[in-house]
């Protein structure tokens, strides 16, 4: 048998294929977040400190949301190349645009917090997987864990999952314990289905 033969092609996406998994991503995401408000619900990462933050001061999610991340940019750019940052940041800018519209046109009732907490997780890991499946994250803490994910083979969900820990802590000082344990459960769930999901070697396209 030949030992020479040349690498297979590994398939890239095109332009369109990106714009659409970051449209479809940051909407889904979008909905978890309108999900977890409507429950009066946080979850992890830079999303839960946003939300945490617009609890108390008033603002909204959207505009905290891409200030927080403003900082993470730098570590995008020298850590994971141009393409990501500004797949980055374009997501990001979606997502704090989809915040804002979306309680104009989707208003939800009531919603049982445990069970909201584990749809909006349920949602949010489907949006995040096209995010990360198309080169783009949510900033913040998701770029460093597809960082250490791709240069150091640390899960990104169990990375996320270290740092939520400390997002969880500090909502104790600012929600209802009850509501920080229901929180909790659901940003279980979104980890556990980045963790089980995405992997490189199973899922090879650029």
């Known amino acids: 048998m030949p030992t020479d033969m040349p690498p297979p092609t590994v398939p890239r996406h095109s332009l ?3 714009a659409q998994g970051l449209v479809v991503g940051t909407l889904l995401v979008a909905l978890s977040v309108q999900i977890l408000k409507s429950a009066g619900l946080v979850t992890g990462q830079i999303a839960g400190l946003s939300l945490v933050a617009s609890y108390v001061s ?3 999610f959207g505009p905290v949301f891409f200030a927080l991340n403003l900082p993470f940019y ?3 750019l020298r850590r994971m190349g141009l393409a990501f940052t500004v797949k980055t940041f374009s997501a990001v800018a979606l997502l704090s ?3 804002e519209l979306m309680p104009h046109v989707l208003t939800l009732g009531r919603v049982q917090p445990l069970a909201g907490s584990m749809l909006a997780g349920v949602v949010a890991g489907a949006g995040l997987l096209a995010l990360f499946r198309h080169g783009a994250s949510l900033g913040g803490v998701g ?3 597809l960082w250490l994910q791709d240069s150091r083979g640390i899960r990104a969900g169990w990375v996320q999952l270290g740092f939520d820990a400390i ?3 500090l909502a104790f000082a600012a929600i209802p314990p009850l509501t920080v344990l229901c929180s909790l459960a659901g940003a279980a769930v979104l980890n556990v289905i980045i963790a089980t999901n995405h992997r490189r ?3 090879i396209a650029r």
Do not use: H, K, S
């Open 58 to 60: 008033g603002f909204g």
């Open 74 to 76: 730098w570590l995008a």
């Open 97 to 99: 645009l989809f915040t």
């Open 143 to 145: 770029i460093m864990a």
């Open 167 to 169: 997002v969880f802590a």
């Open 201 to 203: 070697d199973r899922y």
């Open 16 to 18: 369109l294929e990106d």
